[in-house]
């Protein structure tokens, strides 16, 4: 099963909101959104993980840490983030890392 952190950005946002509208007018059931959303949860983890070479350092100070249920959750204060020409620097962010292997349980194609 995909991780489903990504229907929270802009996009994930909209996807969600168009097959919402959808159901509303009975347009379509709400099992075929389900099957939507899930299909978006695996396209975008794979993209990310096949497509996405960018490397960028960071450094900050260390505000909290968890993890849970194979989960990293980091909120850092005063970080600099620096790739390659760029500096951006930020009061806080929070980072979650999630494991990127497929452990293969409810994986179809």
């Given at each position: 099963?995909?991780?489903q952190l990504y229907r929270n950005t802009t996009l994930g946002n909209s996807l969600q909101e168009s097959p919402?509208?959808?159901?509303?007018?009975?347009?379509?059931?709400?099992?075929?959104?389900?099957?939507?959303?899930?299909?978006?949860?695996?396209?975008?983890?794979?993209?990310?993980?096949?497509?996405?070479?960018?490397?960028?350092?960071?450094?900050?100070?260390?505000?909290?840490?968890?993890?849970?249920?194979?989960?990293?959750?980091?909120?850092?204060?005063?970080?600099?983030?620096?790739?390659?020409?760029?500096?951006?620097?930020?009061?806080?962010?929070?980072?979650?890392?999630?494991?990127?292997?497929?452990?293969?349980?409810?994986?179809?194609?």
């Open positions: 099963m995909a991780y919402d509208e959808l159901i509303q007018s009975q347009q379509l059931t709400p099992q075929l959104a389900l099957q939507v959303l899930l299909q978006f949860d695996k396209a975008i983890n794979s993209a990310l993980a096949q497509r996405v070479r960018n490397r960028v350092n960071f450094r900050g100070s260390l505000n909290t840490y968890r993890f849970c249920d194979n989960v990293w959750t980091f909120v850092l204060n005063d970080v600099e983030f620096r790739e390659v020409t760029e500096l951006i620097k930020v009061d806080k962010v929070k980072i979650v890392a999630c494991d990127g292997k497929n452990t293969g349980s409810n994986t179809t194609e």
